[in-house]
């Protein structure tokens, strides 16, 4: 339950705010041996044209987030509509995250997954303490779209496709 005193069930506050719909991006890094580390994110975002600024929030119980701060440096890659699997996988703790997973290096030296829609290279600008979470702003260096797929979504606890109801639109009003 809910009350005005700003106190609310972990669950409420979960179910609510589980209508936003969000991306899934794979936030990655690299440990000081070379190794790939990384965690699933829905919270990934643009901050800033000028500077070019883009954040995500990682909890603080992250194992990952620590290699992240760790390193300096991540590469945010966003997953496509068919790496559902790969988010799963992504999303368990664990040192077996990156088994079987095809990747490359950024320019940065961050891990780029195969098969995703885009990605963005970045500094760790700066690291805000924020109730349970971190929020990591990150200075781009370098971003791509590597695909014309289109990107995986997450809702009410759930994984979906995006379709454009616009384009849709459009192609009817162009006669096909
Ligand atoms: C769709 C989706 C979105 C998620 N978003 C976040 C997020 O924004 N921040 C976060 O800390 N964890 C998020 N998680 C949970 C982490 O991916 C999960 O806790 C992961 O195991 C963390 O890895 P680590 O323990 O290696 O750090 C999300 C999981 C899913 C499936």
């Not at 990384?38 to 995500?56: D, K």
């Not at 079987?100 to 030296?109: H, I, L, Q, Y």
Request: negative net charge.
């Amino acid at each position: 339950m809910d009350s005005l005193d700003g106190t609310f069930d972990g669950r409420h506050f979960r179910d609510v705010l589980g209508n936003l719909p969000t991306s899934v991006v794979a936030v990655t890094t690299t440990r000081p041996d070379g190794s790939p580390a990384g965690m699933i994110v829905g919270t990934f975002t643009s901050v800033s044209l000028e500077p070019p600024l883009v954040s995500f929030l990682a909890d603080r119980s992250s194992f990952s987030f620590g290699h992240i701060r760790e390193s300096g440096r991540y590469c945010a890659n966003v997953l496509a509509a068919d790496q559902e699997v790969l988010s799963r996988k992504m999303a368990t703790g664990g040192p077996a995250k990156f088994d079987g997973v095809e990747w490359t290096r950024s320019p940065m030296g961050n891990p780029v997954l195969a098969g995703i829609v885009a990605w963005v290279d970045c500094d760790v600008e700066k690291i805000v303490e924020l109730g349970d979470h971190h929020l990591a702003v990150g200075r781009v260096r370098d971003l791509r779209v590597s695909s014309p797929k289109t990107p995986l979504l997450f809702f009410r606890g759930g994984y979906g496709d995006y379709f454009s109801t616009t384009a849709l639109l459009l192609d009817r009003l162009a006669g096909f």
